[in-house]
């Protein structure tokens, strides 16, 4: 089992920025892909940004170039850079784990706001 706690959400004006931290405990090993999900409201989840145990990375369209997707692989950390933030970038991000075999685990989300 893999618990996953993310902070780091908060209330930011457009073109700030926030960096989400993901922190995982239990028993991390045989993870293969580490992720960012985000679901606004009314509207479907979606995958904003996800790096496999090898450090490859892949971002939604919609976020290239403003966030960044990372890992602390000693204090199985995960983390999300997201810089120029946008109103439409207002959700609830949620972090992902998933093992080969398909098994996920999500942590409970944390809220962003982008907001004048």
């Known amino acids: 089992q893999v618990q996953l706690v993310e902070s780091g959400g908060g209330l930011v004006q457009p073109g700030g920025s926030l960096r989400l931290s993901c922190a995982a405990s239990?028993?991390?090993?045989?993870?293969?892909?580490f992720g960012w999900y985000r679901q606004a409201p009314g509207k479907q989840r979606d995958k904003v940004a996800s790096?496999?145990?090898?450090?490859?990375?892949n971002y939604a369209d919609s976020v290239k170039g403003r966030f960044t997707i990372s890992r602390d692989i000693r204090k199985n950390m995960l983390f999300l850079q997201m810089n120029d933030l946008k109103p439409e970038d207002t959700a609830v991000y949620s972090c992902?784990?998933?093992?080969?075999?398909?098994?996920?685990?999500w942590g409970r989300g944390t809220l962003v706001n982008v907001s004048s």
């Open positions: 790096i496999t145990a090898g450090g490859s990375t």
């Open positions: 239990g028993r991390i090993s045989g993870i293969s892909v």
């Open positions: 992902n784990m998933a093992r080969v075999g398909g098994i996920n685990y």
